[in-house]
Each structure stands twice: as C-alpha cells, then as structure tokens.
C-alpha cells in the first residue's frame, strides 16, 4: 500500500516568496516514478522556477499526454489547473484551453514518445501557430512505461538495455521546433539545476511558443553504457551555449563566464557535469545560425544546451487570429451572437473577394 499525499505540516521558517507562498505551495503529491528519475529533477526545477517568478498557482495551467513525463503534473502545482489527455494529443487540448482563456499561463509537459511520435503532427501545428505555452519535453530516448522500447529521440547507433541497436535517424525536437517557427527555443539536462531554472523561467514569461527540451535520463532503461541519453554520455558530450541569467522585465541576460572556459558544474548525486561556454560569435537571435550551429555540433557527437533561439518580438495565437482582449469564455450571449445583421456583414466581406 502507498501513501501518496504529502503531509500538510508546515514549518514557520519557510522561505517565502513576494506573494507569501513557500515551495510546499508549489509542490504536488508524492513521485511514483523510479527514485533517481530525471523527471522529479526536472518537476523540483518548474516548482523552483514558479517560486521564484512569484506566480499565483491558480494561474497555472499544466496539460500532458500519455507517458512517464506526463505524469509530472500530478507532482507539482497542486493547486493549479491540470489536464492529462490521450497520447501525443495535449497540444491540441492546450491550443484550445489557450483559446478559451488567454489569461492563464499554461505548461504543456510531454516526452519524447508523446511529442516526437504519436503528437508530432500537434507537437508542429501548435509550436507553428504561436500557441501561448512553455512546452517541456522530458526526452530520455525510450518507452519507459512499456520497457524500454527506442523512441524517435534515439539516437542511430544507441544500445538499449536489452541488446538492440537502433538503425533508425533521430528525430531531433530543438530542430523541429526551429524549423516550425518557435520563438523561444531551449535545451538543457535534468541534473543541472543551475542551467535548467532560469531557461524555464525566461520561457514562462515569453509571451508565444516557447520549447524546452529537457535531457531526462531513465535510470531504468536507459542509463547504461551504450546509450547517448545516459548521465555519463550527456556529461562526456554536453556543450552549453551559454550560462543563463534571466531578469524579468525583458532585461537583458548577463553572462558572466569567460568565452572559451570549462565550468564544472557538481549535481545533487555528487557527479559533475561539465559545461563548454560558446564562442562570442553565437547569436541567439539568429534562427537560421541556430539550426546551422546544432547540425554542426552533432556531427561532431555533441550535445547543445542552454538558450539556442530567442525572438525579441514574438507573435503568439491571439495576435495571429486579432482576437479581442476579454477571455473567451468570459464573453456572454450578446457579444457571442451579435445578430443576423452581423453575420450578414461577415458573409459579404467573404463574397467580395
């Protein structure tokens, strides 16, 4: 038997944030998942990254599929909004929550299965159409629920647990993101923290599609010699674009490490993750320098992380369709159904063209 909730004792020394909540406001029930998982890493990082935005968690809307990482909701934000859909369908879910009301902040948290293979039709049409969200992808490269099966993540070459070797091409969602028109493009790994919070931050605030691809190794599956989604392999192979700052208010990121420098950087397991500053001629803002800097990088069996694509003028849904300011499910009868009279006019601007 399995106790799941968490204890409501407080203790009166808390730190608190500007709105008076604590980090218990942020958390959610007890993890089930495999202890060690890189997704509660990547959960304690979100309930950091809300703490620290000083969000009221009603505001919060937190949508997933089907899928180890989209059990996440469940372990955080329990006082927020959540939805957990059918597979690979959250985006479209999300799309038409966003709609309905513009004014709440929405996660959509997936994984590789979820976006890259079943919802990578609704992973592209909602990144495409600006769709308000921080979409997080918690990509370890398998099929965690049903036993380690390679998921279109994986990369050609990998072993899995079993012995197999995958002969397939990676599908690789940073570049797909770029390529769909994403505004604010990321990746990171789940066990460095200091990287990970300010990216989820500065993509809570970016107002349109922002992508954060989040390496989250299964320690079940696919943690062994052979896999390039194991902590070793993301340690050995890990080149960060940058070391990341984030200031609200559209202020600019500070960086304060010296191009060229190595930084060891020490995880919650004692392991060390070593972090590549880029080079000074890196633009963030330079979408076709971003995915050209990628596709060199993994030639070279390396792996991008940090801030890899910002649009400083980013559009999202609501801009696109000049919907009116108001929630829609805050409009009544009235505004919803202006007449006949105004449907008549709506019919002649079409007959016009």
Known sequence: MSYLAKPKFRHKGLEQNALGFTHRDYEGAISTLCAGCGHDSISAALIQACFELDIEPHRVAKLSGIGCSSKTPDYLLGQSHGFNSVHGRMPSVLTGANLANRELIYLGISGDGDSASIGIGQFVHAVRRGVNMMYVCENNGVYGLTKGQFSATADTGSKSKAGGINADSPIDLVSLALIAGA????????????????????????????????????????????????????????????????????????LDQAPGTVEDVVQHDGSVIRLHKIRDDYDPRDRVKAMDYLQQRHAAGEMVTGLLYLDPEPRDLHAGLNTVKAPLNRLDERALCPGAAALTALNDEYRAG
């Open 183 to 254: 505004t604010f493009v990321a990746r990171s790994f789940s066990g460095d923290k200091t990287q990970l919070v300010p990216l989820l931050k500065a993509g809570i605030a970016h107002k349109g599609a922002a992508v954060i691809d989040v390496v989250s190794p299964c320690i079940a599956f696919n943690n062994h010699a052979g896999s390039t989604k194991s902590f070793d392999f993301v340690r050995a192979h890990n080149e960060a674009v940058n070391r990341l700052d984030f200031l609200e208010g559209r202020e600019a990121i500070k």
